[in-house]
């Protein structure tokens, strides 16, 4: 699944780090999820929908294998 998570923090000029904070998660997850080596899970994904004020489907590209 690919995403937009990269781009959205860096609009908002937030590290990795900061993020992460704002998610409750490892700066380390936040950079799995960014690289497409892990998914969120649906919970995380609502939060960080949340937090960037858009739909799901604006942050998370699903593609079909």
């Not at 959205?8 to 799995?32: C, I, T, Y």
């Not at 899970?41 to 604006?58: C, D, G």
């Amino acid at each position: 699944m690919k995403n937009k998570l990269r781009i959205l923090r860096a609009e908002r000029a937030w590290s990795q780090g900061e993020l992460s904070l704002h998610l409750g998660v490892s700066r380390q997850a936040v950079n799995a999820i960014e690289t497409g080596k892990h998914d969120p899970s649906l919970e995380l994904a609502f939060r960080i929908a949340q937090l960037f004020q858009l739909p799901i489907e604006q942050i998370f590209l699903f593609e079909k294998n």
